[in-house]
């Protein structure tokens, strides 16, 4: 090398002197001029060249020397290799994870080295010899072996200067690099560099690789967080782990531990004066024992360090410790997150300049006396940290700050966007952050601290949504957005919600929507009039006045255009979206789907091309919360047309084929509607790098006619995850591990699988992969529950047959895990939410709450399919998908119960059911007295609450704060207390109307003011001593009424079984049972079975069903009576539905007005109308789909060509007025064996 210099000056004198004589031709000057310009062009020319061929112009030369656990080979296969020049070839792609720049590919018969250099592909690699030179040249040789070069920092730092011949960097023109990698675990020895000669650009760098397209298989490196997966150096020994004696060190993503509690127990040291060191995008943890993270030693007179990106934490004394160096010294310490020290940063004698920073959780953020450039510091003390504009006495939110994940939380409100941009500070400039993710200047400004939070995108995706959502009614309506902030003067429609794209009349055009206006996202939801709002790069758009022009889309019009980025064509306005690096950017992109009516989304989908990180993820889901959208788009553990679902029919398709990594799915509906399609596929990722995969809360299923393929299929590299989802009727497998690939983790937690062939199958033979399979149902497989699954990480899966892994007599909840059968509300109708009556499921999975919070993968697993949450820690899970709620049954009684009307029951129990701060817990009886709304504590836990209602076995807390334990005392005060005996569960409230009623209820109910869900309904019934046979009886519950409405249902979920009602008095406008108008969606699955309702037929106007929410749906009405509404304009029954779903099925109207049926795809069977003032059967020409049929009428009007009579007299037992008895009479001839077999759907 030093030879090759040496010509190349030689060469440049030569050209200098030739250089010198042309001038002097060219240019001809007299005497002593002209010796002159000979002299200083041959000079200047002569130290060109030198300077051009030294280390800094020509380039230092790059050693690598790879660091691992083992110097094991992990070549890929046995092929054959081609080295030439520096470029190296191999015959097989190599695809370890562990394999990259610096280590040593031994090759050809005499065992030829050289040194990766360089990654192109996984078959295309550079190389160089063991000092930096181009390698011995072969063609098609053998590979012996690739491996590590040293099997630890330590080795590595010793044995370096053997393989360069020297340990004078300088003298042989070298930068030395140690990239690091994981093995199998901790690098345990202790390291001291020592013993080079080095300087500013012959330096050496200790770090982890993680560019995957030019360094590494997978990153070596954290991702902001302590992950025993990758490169961590943790001596098993009581001593430093790093000491530092000589100059220009740098150190860049490690992880770096301590478990010494010596009294000078530091981190990482530096023992000498130098002016090249830097520690980068690293964590230092000190598992309070060590006294400091860094730290410099007593007696250094001058140096100059650089610290930046790095996470310290759990130090007993300083974070960083500036020990005195000197007053010459210069420390610049830049965006770190400091937790958990004595002192985070102890500044003595020289001048440290710290900026952007966070202190947290010391006793001590900032001490000492800082460089007056310090500034934009962080601290939760008062008057701590240095600058002007730096904030004390202030909380950071990080996301989870217990388990040591110190990334902002999207929460926070005062780092996040807080800090300086460093981007080109004049002495530390940097625009990445401790991830590697891009500090967005440009969007927003910098962090405070070593993360930068993901901007978060949002998209919204409407299954062939062209037209405008919302619009401002020719002007009727206006908006105003201030600092972010939209306020509509008018409420917006509750299907509206994030992701979608508002347009603002902003440009030259007035009045009309444009290319020259301005495009916005909805990024969140306060309430129908305000919605914050965001650009299309997620930044803080500008303020703009009141506007009268707007109008908003869905941003796509399919699940395929939001991934390839093809905007609705409705929108004039182009925007980012499609393969986008999320990390370069620093982006978390959110793509919310929508329903469009009961519109499939139909179009294949492969998620591809998006460069994705840990922070910086793609995640495709159904918005629920309000905060998000007025309505949910989700759905309720049930498949459902009017929720937003995707379907694919292509002939060995796939609905949703996901190649990329870092992507969450949650919440979707997935149909296979061809024999062969299958659900979703896990690809594996692309340059096999870091990869986790979401599949959460979804519902996959195969449609076909004779299905078979997969539902859910693993081919991914690397941690997929797949919960709480309901697979069923795949021909093949419902759940499959069909990748071979090496060093992977599959979970399978808590998911139902029920009529495929195959339940639950893994692939056998995967080398150092594992599988983690808990808490699934399994169950009416064609061939098998589960096969192939031998891994030791399985617990709580129950078989309907014999091959649950967990062969124990005890295994789940205390009985076998083997063939058991589960009950489901309507396993027919593929409702499998756990029935009330099961005693397989409920309860007896593992509480999997630890495990949980010691994992970054486990992310949705603490709620079920529907969003419920599951239980706390000390109590068993439910298993598989759903976690079944339990029946809150106080009684309502005319004595004796806990209350004596409906009315009071309904004011009483009236509650936020779907909250997780709301549960039911199970007590051995009350001691004392519990009002309801008590406020109470757990004497062991401290946990309180709120008391909604004690019966005499249970007990209905809300507002729960804490976690109430299994077999503590809760009270309200000393004697007035109950003993739980589990740890709650999600609750239904049900009113148990029991006992004798020689009265009936007179006060009006009206169901109001609750929060409910599909699995957590509001459920009204009789018991068999309280509930009529059919006919009318005044010894039975009744709820009669004069003057108002008799029931009234404001809610959805609510079902209303076994009740008498009768309309008294001469008031019109009045019913039995009453759906109010409304103008969302907010009153759907109500149920209304064998119940009486009765009119004293007095005055006209009355309804017996009145249902007059136009938006609800899934109506279901059955064996019901209902009779005697029959004075002028009076009906049995009026729906009024613009969306359908009611189903009305085998019930008996008599001597009424009308029953009116304004509704759309209703399906009606096996009803009988007899006696009608008007049409029996009154609809429009859409009232009715395919499938009505069976019903009677006594004129023409019964719908239905299947089964259907018109113009028949049904036989009763008596229809005397008073004594009507609407049993079917021995003798009937029309009804009696003419109805068809109903299910509801």
């Known amino acids: 090398m030093i030879y090759r210099k040496l010509t190349l000056i030689l060469f440049f004198i030569i050209i200098g002197l030739s250089s010198a004589s042309l001038a002097s031709r060219v240019y001809p000057v007299a005497g002593n001029r002209k010796f002159r310009l000979n002299v200083f062009l041959f000079l200047f020319l002569v130290f060109i060249g030198g300077f051009s061929f030294t280390s800094s112009a020509y380039g230092v030369t790059q050693v690598y020397y790879s660091v691992g656990q083992n110097t094991d080979s992990h070549e890929t296969g046995a092929g054959n290799v081609t080295v030439s020049g520096t470029a190296v070839t191999f015959t097989v792609d190599q695809t370890a994870t562990n394999m990259g720049v610096g280590d040593v590919i031994d090759y050809d018969t005499d065992n030829k080295l050289c040194y990766i250099s360089g990654k192109t592909s996984g078959t295309v690699w550079s190389c160089t010899n063991a000092t930096g030179g181009t390698p011995t040249s072969a063609t098609g040789v053998v590979v012996n072996s690739i491996s590590h070069a040293f099997n630890s920092l330590s080795v590595a730092e010793a044995g370096a200067p053997t393989l360069l011949g020297n340990s004078d960097l300088t003298a042989i023109d070298v930068q030395l690099n140690f990239p690091c990698y994981y093995d199998t675990g901790a690098d345990t020895t202790a390291v001291t560099i020592d013993g080079y000669t080095t300087d ?51 150190v860049d ?74 007053a010459t010294s210069t420390w610049l310490v830049y965006a770190n997150t400091i937790y958990g020290c004595a002192v985070g940063l102890q500044r003595t004698e020289s001048a440290i300049t710290s900026k952007n920073n966070i202190a947290q959780n010391c006793a001590d953020g900032y001490n000492g006396t800082f460089d007056a450039a310090s500034d934009y510091n962080i601290s939760d003390l008062a008057a701590d940290a240095p600058g002007a504009n730096s904030k004390n006495s202030t909380t950071v939110s990080f996301v989870d700050a217990p388990n040591k994940d110190f990334h902002l939380s999207q929460s926070d409100t005062v780092a996040r966007n807080a800090g300086a941009d460093l981007s080109a500070d004049a002495n530390l400039s940097f625009a990445t952050d401790i991830d590697g993710a891009s500090r967005n200047v440009s969007i927003n400004t910098w962090d405070i601290g070593a993360d930068e939070t993901a901007t978060q995108i949002y998209r919204s995706v409407g299954p ?74 997620g930044a803080i758009p500008a303020d703009i006045a009141v506007n009268d022009t707007y109008q908003i889309y869905r941003a796509y ?159 991914t590299y690397q941690t997929s995850v797949v919960s709480n989802n309901l697979v069923y009727n795949f021909g093949n497998t419902g759940i499959k591990v069909a990748s071979y690939e090496a060093y992977s983790s599959y979970f399978a937690y808590n998911n139902t699988v029920i009529n495929s062939n195959y339940g639950i199958s893994g692939a056998p033979n995967i080398a150092n992969s594992e599988y983690y399979i808990k808490n699934n149902i399994s169950q009416n497989n064609a061939v098998v529950d589960f096969d192939s699954l031998t891994s030791t990480f399985t617990t709580n899966n129950i078989s309907s047959d014999a091959t649950s892994p967990n062969s124990g007599a ?152 804490g976690t109430f334990a299994s077999g503590e005392t809760v009270q309200v005060t000393a004697g007035n207390s109950v003993v739980i005996s589990d740890n709650g569960n999600p609750a239904s409230a049900v009113a148990k109307i029991d006992g004798a009623w020689t009265a009936a209820d007179t006060t009006a109910v009206d169901i109001d003011g609750w929060n409910s869900g599909a699995d957590n309904y509001i459920k009204v019934y009789t018991t068999p001593t309280a509930r009529h046979l059919g006919k ?51 009153r759907s699955n109500f149920k209304l079975s064998n119940n009486i309702i009765r009119d004293e037929g007095i005055i006209d106007n009355r309804y017996g069903l009145n249902i007059a929410n136009e938006l609800s749906n899934n109506w279901k009405i059955y064996n019901n009576i209902i009779y005697n509404f029959s004075v002028a304009n009076s009906y049995s ?12 099925y085998s019930n008996t109207f008599y001597n009424n007005g009308k029953n009116n049926f304004n509704w759309q795809s209703g399906i009606v069977k096996n009803n009988i109308s007899q006696g009608c003032g008007g049409s029996c059967f009154n609809g429009t020409a859409d009232s009715y789909i395919a499938g009505t049929s069976n019903n009677i009428s006594s004129d023409g009007t019964a719908p239905g060509s299947s089964g259907s009579k018109i113009n028949a007299q049904v036989k009763f037992i008596s229809t005397v007025a008073g004594s009507e008895d609407f049993h079917l009479a021995p003798d009937d001839k029309f009804a009696k064996d003419a109805g068809v077999e109903t299910r509801l759907i």
């Not at 439910?878 to 976690?883: L, N, S």
């Open 200 to 250: 500013a650009t012959r330096y050496i760098k200790v770090y982890t690789p993680n560019n995957i397209a030019t360094e590494v298989n997978q990153s070596q490196r954290h991702s902001g967080k302590w992950d025993d997966g990758k490169y961590n150096l943790n001596p098993n020994i009581a001593t430093r782990p790093i000491i530092i004696q000589i100059d220009n060190i740098k």
């Open 253 to 326: 993503g490690l992880q770096i531990s301590s478990s010494y509690s010596g009294s000078w127990s530091q981190i990482f040291y530096i023992a000498v004066d130098g002016t090249g060191y830097e520690l980068s995008n690293s964590i230092l943890k000190g598992n309070n024992l060590a006294t400091d993270g860094i730290y410099t030693s007593n007696g250094i007179s001058s140096m100059a360090v650089k610290i930046w990106n790095n996470i310290i934490y759990d130090v007993t004394g300083r974070a960083i410790n500036e020990n005195y160096t000197g």
């Open 464 to 537: 062939g949504a062209t037209a405008v959502l919302e619009s401002d009614t020719a002007h009727a309506r206006t908006v105003t957005l201030t600092s972010g902030v939209a306020t509509f003067s008018v409420a917006l429609a509750d299907n509206v919600g994030v992701g979608d794209a508002l347009i603002i009349d902003t440009g030259g055009t007035a009045d009309a929507i444009d290319a020259s206006d301005t495009l916005l996202f909805i990024h969140g939801r306060t309430d129908s009039t305000h919605y914050t709002l965001r650009t299309h790069t």
């Open 557 to 715: 019009t399919s699940l395929s255009l939001a991934e390839a980025g093809t905007k609705n064509t409705s929108i004039p306005i182009t925007f980012n979206g499609g393969d986008r690096d999320l990390v370069a950017n620093n982006e978390e992109w959110n793509i919310a789907c929508y329903a469009n009516g009961v519109t499939a989304d139909t179009a294949y989908v492969a998620v591809n091309g998006w460069t994705t990180g840990a922070q910086n993820y793609i995640k495709i889901y159904t918005p629920v919360n309000l905060i998000e959208v007025g309505i949910s788009q989700r759905h309720n553990g049930k498949w459902d047309t009017g929720k937003y679902y995707i379907e694919q029919s292509a002939d060995w398709s796939m609905v949703l084929n996901i190649f990329s990594n870092y992507v969450r799915v949650v919440g979707l509906q997935l149909d296979a509607r061809n024999s062969n399609t299958y659900g979703v596929v896990l690809e594996t990722g692309s340059g096999k790098t870091n990869s986790y995969r979401l599949i959460d809360s979804n519902i996959i299923r195969n449609s076909a006619t004779s299905p078979a393929n997969r539902g859910i299929e693993f081919r």
């Open 810 to 961: 005890t295994d789940c909840g205390g009985h076998s895990c083997r063939n058991q059968i589960v009950l489901f509300i309507d396993f027919a109708n593929k409702d499998f939410h756990l029935a009330q009556t099961d005693t397989m499921a409920r309860g007896a999975g593992a509480n999997l709450t630890a495990e949980i919070a010691a994992s970054e993968y486990l992310l949705a697993m603490t709620r079920d399919v529907d969003g419920q949450l599951r239980n706390p820690v000390g109590a068993g899970w439910d298993i598989g998908a759903d976690e079944g709620t339990v029946e809150f049954t106080p009684t309502v009684m005319q004595s004796g119960g806990d209350y004596s009307t409906l009315s009071s029951w309904e004011a009483g129990v009236q509650t936020d059911l779907v909250a997780t701060t709301t549960r039911v817990f199970a007590h051995g009886g009350i001691t004392g007295t519990i009002a309801d709304n008590a406020s109470v504590t757990g004497l062991t836990s401290n946990a309180t609450a709120t008391v909604v209602h004690a019966s005499a076995n249970q007990i209905l807390l809300e507002n729960i704060s």
């Open 1032 to 1082: 009318y009886d005044t010894t039975k519950y009744r709820l009669e009424m004069t003057i108002n409405n008799a029931l009234t249902v404001e809610e959805a979920n609510v079902a209303v079984d076994g009740l008498q009602i009768y309309l008294k008095g001469t008031n019109q406008w009045r019913n039995g049972v009453y759906i109010p108008a409304a103008s969302v969606e907010t």
């Open 1133 to 1144: 029954y009026w729906i009024n539905s613009q969306v359908g779903g009611a189903q009305l």
